[in-house]
């Protein structure tokens, strides 16, 4: 007993501040990409050219953050030149479109739908389903529950049954071998309920873009409400998409 | 030991004519003989060589041997005289409709259909939905119920499906099926340009994102004759102790949290992110994707970092210590770890268990110290001597594995860390060459196989996740045992799933 006490002494206390309080994530962090839509031709051409993802359209100087994997290489590559990454991590958005982005992003916030806020604002259960990715994406949900980000105090879960859930997470490119199985458990959520993709897998395919055993994202299957893209998001990415989402 | 296999070396490239070619009997009796003298399976798979078929094995004894022959249609299953083979057999049953008779139990992998044009050795219809749609292995008998749980799982977990035999509360048998996560990793590396490789290797299984890509890197650095410097082979080694200690640590959390002792479940859980935070300070990921490339490592350890590093290991060393010790020291804790989930010497060492299960069950085998690359040539690796084979001395494993985990890269730390960062690496492969490289991930062995034809193209990629050998590890420990302790279990091996389904 004596051990469990001194124990906690030690450990202290741990929750973020976030979000009252801005959190700086560290330098090496790269998040929302600042661009440079007037840099010359030949440097756009050289990252488009070399972005294993294909995420870069030269021509207009977007980046599909929906396919990015933040690896970094663009920004490197044009010596911040074209793309600086920033630590900006609030980088959601509530349709596919807006994530092929110059740069900025609409808030989040007004996007959402208002019927979503006044249903689930003050609780909502969410049913997380791995759909093939590789599992840093459940891995960056699940430390949600974790007393650092203790999603439990915005009265958000993640339940085990799709029966008592408002709502579905995907997460991964939803293989062949899953699609059964992703289908099923959004029909058994109760209406009225919502669709979050995370990660670059459920949102285009992201790494295993191409492969024939997988479907390439979750809104070739169904609707989704909610973007959240990286790979995979970094937590904080996700509970700021949750919060602004879901909360007025 | 005189052998018809040729000898070869972790990482070390060697040209396709040099693989002994062996005729098909003369492979099969040597292989076998080699495995019934105490070798262990490396590989065992299947590839085209043109149109022709042919089947490759790699071994392990104190060294690594390998020889290759040409795929019979069919042939008498090895498994039945060696244990090892079994699921290397039935995936290249799966993967090339090669059939081994009187294999004891053949049946899917992962559910795809086969590369060639022969008929599918399951009778399976690839256009229907096949997961699921299997007869699963039955125990017959009034009182015995069947418990079914999955694909999708009441946590926030990778699918797969568990089938549990059960007397009352008893489990007579639990049988995996897997395959879900089958993302067709082998066949995409084939097909995609040379840009696109480390990103989806690095995303074969997040949690072990380092390792993965390090076997990686290794493999394109022997094929390429690079040589890398000695920063970034430190930094690589630190990147993989923080991976190790991250997912130990949350291990550790969650076989707290399933026997109800809330406060180390939430330390642990919470520590888990500390570590995984100082691998986003050096990469900007926390998983660690981007460190590694071939021909070195994307970012550097400068002395900000190195100091920012230090500091943050020396608060949590103490505190991990005391939260280890808090876990073990807690006699309920301990009545629920000690004597659970038993998987005997003898049977881990017919399974082929690697990493921290099989030497939880005293098998000592330990890549970075048998086989060492980066910078483990340098590094003291000693053996754990815990073999209960139970929960405790999985767990036990683990614990002790974290602080040895801290002191490595308490070391590594110690002086200053110079490198050549690198971006891209180089792709000209050898051409005709085949190389094998293994390491220590978290879970135990991992490796990577590389061949190329004429051209340099490759024309195989293999991976062998440690948990290919390792759940069957976790069907045994659940033999008579409570099912209300399968979670308990299930943790302390803390298998992957898209590590084993590719
Ligand atoms: S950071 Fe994104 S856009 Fe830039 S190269 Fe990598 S994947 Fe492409
Ligand atoms: S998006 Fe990236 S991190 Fe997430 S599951 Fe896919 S590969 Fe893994």
Redesign the pocket.
Known sequence: MLKTLKNRFEQGYKTTSYPKTKIELVERYRGLPDINIDVEDDIAKICAAACPQDAIDEHKKTIDMGRC?FCGSCERLSEEKFVKFTRNFETSTSRREHLITEGSLPALAEHSKKHFKKLFGRSLQLRQI?A?????????LNVLATPFFDLARFGINFVASPRHADGIVV???VSRNMKTAVLETFEAVPDPKVVIA??????SG???RGSPEITEGLESLIQVDLFIP????HPLTNLHALLNFFKS | METKFLKIANGCAVSRSEIPYLPFTDFCDTALNIVKDGGKVVHYFAYKDDSVIKLIAVLRTDELLIATTDAPDSYPSFTTECEQFHMFEREIAEQFGINPQGHPWLKMVRYHPNYTEKPDIFGNDYNQDIPGNYDYYRVDGDEVHEVAVGPVHAGVIEPGHFRFNCIGERVFHLEIQLGYQHRGIENLLLDVENKRLP?II??IA?DTTVANSTCMAQAIEALTQTDTDKGSKIIRTIALELERIANHTGDLGALSGDVAFLPPANYFGRMRGDFLNMTLLICGNR?G?GVVRPGGVRFSIDNDIRQELISRISVLEPQMQHVIDLLFETPSVRARFEGCGNVSTYDAEKLGLVGPAGRASGIQHDIRRDFPTEHYPDIDISGYAEPTCDVYARARVRADEIMHSINIIKSLLANEIETQTIDFGNYNLAPSSFVVTLNEAWRGELSHCVLTDDNGKIIKYKVKDPSFHNWNGLSMSLRDTGISDFPLNNKSFNLSY?GFDL
């Open positions: 994997v791995s093939a990715g590789c599992n840093a994406c459940e891995a960056d997460t991964g490119p995370v990660g670059s897998c459920a949102i992201g790494p295993f990286g790979c995979p998001p | 990103i690095e995303s997040g998983l994707k898209c």
